[in-house]
């Protein structure tokens, strides 16, 4: 059985540039769970997708995007780059977000800076 | 409002010795809760969980947690930690939403 995956592994951007974070579900889930974790925080949720549909978001604003796939991957894109979204993003994987709360399962993440 | 609340931001034990880590969460409806472990630079590894039934969970690497509805806790405990146990541990909490909600973590730091 496979991990949740994520690539790139480190990204380095500058202020105002737009950039793609990929996820690979777990195999058997159908749901990916997106989070950012600054630096010395604990994670917060951006936004969930289910079978190819937003499912939830959380405070963050409309520059922050996603997409996913019928092989349940998913993408998440940010445009316009600020400072403050430097930070370590997290992307996991639940077998079913109609199951109720269900246990998600996290990649290694990505690591982006913006200069 | 939800929230989790882990009142310790840095611990230090000595390898052998006992650790309980402290959660406290608010939630408004029937809580699910989790306990994951970060490794620097890492991703996040569930521990343990609890959804319903015996308020006592084991978990991974000889952790257990206790829930505590009348005190809206959820702490970990291990009865005797290891140099390898070093590492920063978050409690969350969901719901139905399948959104977790994390506390900002405990760096447990083990001495020799």
């Known amino acids: 059985e496979t991990g949740v995956t994520q690539s790139p592994t480190h990204l380095i951007k500058t202020r105002g540039q737009q950039v793609t974070l990929r996820c690979s579900s777990q195999s058997g889930h159908n749901t990916v769970s997106w989070y950012q974790q600054a630096l010395g925080q604990g994670p917060q949720f951006i936004f969930q997708y289910y079978r190819e549909e937003e499912n939830g978001r959380g405070n963050f604003p409309p520059r922050f995007s996603g997409l996913q796939f019928p092989n349940y991957s998913s993408e998440l894109n940010v445009n316009a780059l600020e400072l403050d979204d430097s930070a370590l993003y997290l992307c996991?994987?639940?077998?079913?977000?109609?199951?109720?709360?269900?246990?998600?399962?996290f990649g290694p993440g990505t690591r982006l800076t913006v200069l | 409002a939800q929230s989790v609340t882990q009142p310790d931001i840095h611990i230090t034990v000595s390898e052998g010795a006992s650790l309980e880590l402290r959660c406290n969460y608010s939630y408004g409806a029937t809580p699910y809760l989790f306990w994951y472990v970060q490794s620097p630079g890492q991703g996040l590894q569930l521990l343990l969980k609890?959804?319903?039934?015996?308020?006592l969970v084991q978990g991974i690497k000889g952790f257990e947690a206790e829930f505590k509805r009348s005190q809206s806790s959820f702490n970990l405990r291990k009865p005797s930690v290891h140099w390898s146990d070093a590492a920063e541990y978050f409690c969350a909490v969901g719901g139905n939403t399948d959104k977790l909600i994390f506390g900002t973590g405990t760096r447990l730091q083990v001495f020799p």
């Open positions: 609890y959804f319903s039934g015996d308020t």
């Open positions: 996991a994987s639940s077998r079913s977000a109609t199951r109720g709360a269900d246990t998600q399962y």
